[in-house]
Structures are given as structure tokens and as C-alpha cells.
């Protein structure tokens, strides 16, 4: 029997490593905006979070997004994001 391969990544809040299935993507835009991924198709440079607002909040707070994105976060872009995930995990659909 093969092992079945999993895509693993590693969440920038909490640092574990998720299958990447569990794990929301943040993308870059062309403008430097990050913005929320919820599908895993835009290009551009990502990051991944869990879909928890903590995660966000920490991968943020510690600036472990800006790293990973090589962006500088404003105020604006926080904001949009942590109302992005709310949404996201207030409907509680999956995005597969
Ligand atoms: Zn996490």
C-alpha cells in the first residue's frame, strides 16, 4: 500500500502544520493588498492560516503575515481580513 500523500502547510498564526484542506490561503494582490483566499486559486505569493479568527489575529499581530507576504499590513487590510474570516466562518460553508 502507498502512502496516500497529503498537501501539509503550515499555519503563520499557530505554526502547526495542517492539511492544507483545513487551512485558508492569504494572497498577495499586484497592489499589496493581502486578501482572503477561500478557494486556493488566485496567484500571487500566499500564506495560509487555520480558519480560526486566532490564528489571523496572531499571524498578524506577530507579523508573521507581513513576513510571509513580504507586505506591509495597514489598519485597512487587518480590518478586511479579520471581517473576511468572520464571514467566512459565520456561514460555515465549505468552500470545496
Ligand atoms: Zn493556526
Do not use: H, W
Request: glycine share 6%.
Amino acid at each position: 500500500m502507498k502512502p496516500k500523500k497529503i498537501p501539509m502547510r503550515m499555519c503563520v498564526g499557530c505554526r502547526e502544520m495542517k492539511e492544507k484542506r483545513e487551512l485558508i490561503r492569504i494572497v498577495r494582490t499586484p497592489e499589496g493588498d493581502a486578501v482572503l483566499d477561500p478557494t486556493g486559486k488566485k496567484s500571487g505569493r500566499g500564506a495560509y492560516v487555520c480558519r480560526r479568527a486566532e490564528c489571523l489575529q496572531r499571524a498578524i499581530r506577530q507579523r508573521q503575515l507581513e513576513r510571509q507576504l513580504e507586505i506591509t499590513l495597514t489598519p485597512e487590510i487587518t480590518e478586511a481580513l479579520t471581517a473576511e474570516m468572520e464571514r467566512l466562518n459565520a456561514d460555515g460553508s465549505d468552500p470545496e
